[in-house]
């Protein structure tokens, strides 16, 4: 099992920037991707962003680039995710995710082994 604890949600208004953390712990094992999925009122969870074990190898969704920044510390088993110019379209769940792939590319397409709890962020207009 692993376990993912989210923090840095919030209620900030447009253009603010707000950051994310989601710490890993319990059965990780050796390489693995973490990434970032969001569920607004009334819609399906949609993918964000995920990095792999290879800090290079980063996979954005279109809505996101140029925005969001996706980081990681391997030593602290932990994901980092800067939010800048943030939208109104950007309040929702943040739900942190965790694959045992090394390759960040799966998860964009549903292929998540463990889910975090949720944190909401609130763009006000």
């Known amino acids: 099992q692993v376990q993912l604890v989210e923090s840095g949600g919030g209620l900030v208004q447009a253009g603010d920037s707000l950051r994310l953390s989601c710490a890993a712990s319990?059965?990780?094992?050796?390489?693995?991707?973490m990434g970032w999925f969001r569920q607004a009122p009334g819609k399906e969870r949609e993918f964000v962003v995920a990095i792999g074990w290879s800090t290079e190898n980063t996979y954005y969704a279109d809505s996101v680039k140029g925005r969001f920044t996706i980081s990681r510390d391997n030593a602290k088993n932990t994901v980092y995710l800067q939010m800048n110019s943030l939208k109104p379209e950007d309040t929702a769940v943040y739900y942190c995710?965790?694959?045992?792939?090394?390759?960040?590319?799966?998860?964009?397409?549903?292929?998540?082994?463990?889910w975090g709890q949720g944190t909401q962020v609130t763009v006000s207009s």
């Open positions: 319990g059965r990780t094992f050796s390489t693995f991707s």
């Open positions: 995710a965790f694959s045992h792939s090394w390759r960040p590319a799966p998860m964009a397409r549903g292929g998540v082994n463990y």
